[in-house]
Each structure stands twice: as structure tokens, then as C-alpha cells.
């Protein structure tokens, strides 16, 4: 069965650039994965990001970028500010089977 | 951009039926641009995928939860629903509706107990 795999955290200072990914057991994801991004606050629903790997939404700041790398899906933010501390989930698209499934989520702190 | 609300009892009891329904605003349910999710989480735990609807009522579901449930469509009151039968206490989560333009929710929790 397909998992999708995030790292469970990372911590970044604020002003710097951090990169989180998004893995699948089944091997590289390309852009038939579709990647999505989600940033979740405590208490809150979770906001799109990235679509279709590297597309943004008209409210995503643009210090938040998508792209595929070694092998992965990549979200990295730039210029990374207090308010970006949350939690962040992708989502990939598994194929027919499967469908679309979330990975575990990557804590991100801001200190 | 389409708002969404999720809307249904917040305590089931467990062997019954779990139904949601999400009200669609802002736009149609209809457009064929977009599809119209459900999305669950546990309590302190990630997010599940648990299936998706086209307006022409076509599905996907997930398949460790497809044996339990139906999505339906209802264009005229620009809805869509969500029915998770014989629920335990595992199915205890907010429930989140989404569509693929990247609107959600606010989520709704749902309990299953007696």
C-alpha cells in the first residue's frame, strides 16, 4: 500500500528559507502526482497552497513555492516569516487504486 | 472564490449512519471546473482523504473507507453529501468538504458514541 511520507518536523529561523518534502514508497514522484501543499493552524481548517505541484492559489503568498525534487515533491518558503508556524500537509495523487492520499503532516516551528 | 459549510448532527451512535451535508456559495456546483471532496481528522492527528464527486455524480473513493461510503450530489440546492455507515468510535473526527479550487470548510466535528 502507498504511503506518503513528510518530514515530521523542521525548525527555521525567521528571514530564512526551509524546504519540506513529500515522498511516496511506490518510488519518484513526477507530475503525474499532482502535488498539493496545505498549511493548517491550530484550530483551524487547512488553507491551499500548491496545486498541481507548483501552481499557487490567488491568496498564496508568494514567499511559498512548489517544485519537484530529487525525487520528491518540494514546498519551500523564502524569507520565512513568525506566521508561517503550522502544520503542513501534502497531498499526492496515487493513481486510479489509490486516489489522493495525504502525507502525515510536517510541523513547522519558527524560532 | 466558492465558499463552503458543512452542516449535520455532531453525535452519532455507533453501527448507525454518519451524513453530511456541505452547502456550496458563491458559485455552482455544477461548473464542471470542479470536483467536491470530503476530508477527516482525528482529534491531534493528519489529515484523510476520504473521497471526491463530479457534478455529473461520477466517484472516488478511498479504499479503506469505500465499503461504508456514498457521496451524492444535489445540484438543485447546489449540495453535496457525505453517508459513512456502520460508524465506530475510530470515525470520531472533524469533517472537512473541499473542492479542488482550493476553498474548504470550517469542518464539523462528528462524535461516535452511545
Known amino acids: 500500500q502507498t504511503v506518503v511520507t513528510q518530514e515530521p518536523s523542521l525548525t527555521v529561523s525567521p528571514g530564512g528559507t526551509v524546504t519540506l518534502t513529500c515522498a511516496s514508497t511506490?518510488?519518484?514522484?513526477?507530475?503525474?502526482?499532482?502535488a498539493n501543499w496545505f498549511q493548517q493552524k491550530p484550530g483551524q481548517a487547512p488553507r491551499a497552497l500548491i496545486y498541481?505541484?507548483?501552481n499557487k492559489h490567488s491568496w498564496t503568498p508568494a514567499r511559498f513555492s512548489g517544485s519537484l525534487l530529487g525525487g520528491k515533491a518540494a514546498l519551500t518558503l523564502s524569507g520565512v516569516q513568525p506566521e508561517d508556524e503550522a502544520e503542513y500537509y501534502c497531498?499526492?495523487?496515487?493513481?486510479?487504486?489509490?486516489?489522493?492520499?495525504f502525507g502525515g503532516g510536517t510541523k513547522l516551528t519558527v524560532l | 472564490q466558492v465558499q463552503l459549510q458543512e452542516s449535520g448532527p455532531g453525535l452519532v451512535k455507533p453501527s448507525q449512519t454518519l451524513s453530511l451535508t456541505c452547502t456550496v456559495s458563491?458559485?455552482?456546483?455544477?461548473?464542471?471546473?470542479?470536483?467536491w471532496s470530503w476530508v477527516r481528522q482525528p482529534a491531534g492527528k493528519g489529515l484523510e482523504w476520504i473521497g471526491r464527486?463530479?457534478?455529473?455524480?461520477?466517484?472516488n473513493y478511498n479504499p479503506s473507507l469505500k465499503s461504508r461510503v456514498t457521496m451524492s450530489v444535489d445540484t438543485s440546492n447546489n449540495q453535496f453529501s457525505l453517508n459513512l455507515s456502520s460508524v465506530t468510535a475510530a470515525d470520531t473526527a472533524v469533517y472537512y468538504c473541499?473542492?479542488?479550487?482550493?476553498?474548504w470548510g470550517q469542518g464539523t466535528l462528528v462524535t461516535v458514541s452511545s
Open positions: 511506490t518510488g519518484a514522484v513526477t507530475s503525474g502526482y499532482y
Open positions: 458563491g458559485g455552482s456546483i455544477s461548473n464542471g471546473d470542479y470536483y
Open positions: 497531498l499526492l495523487y496515487c493513481g486510479a487504486a489509490l486516489d489522493w492520499v
Open positions: 464527486i463530479y457534478p455529473s455524480g461520477s466517484t
Open positions: 498541481s505541484t507548483s
Open positions: 473541499a473542492s479542488n479550487a482550493g476553498s
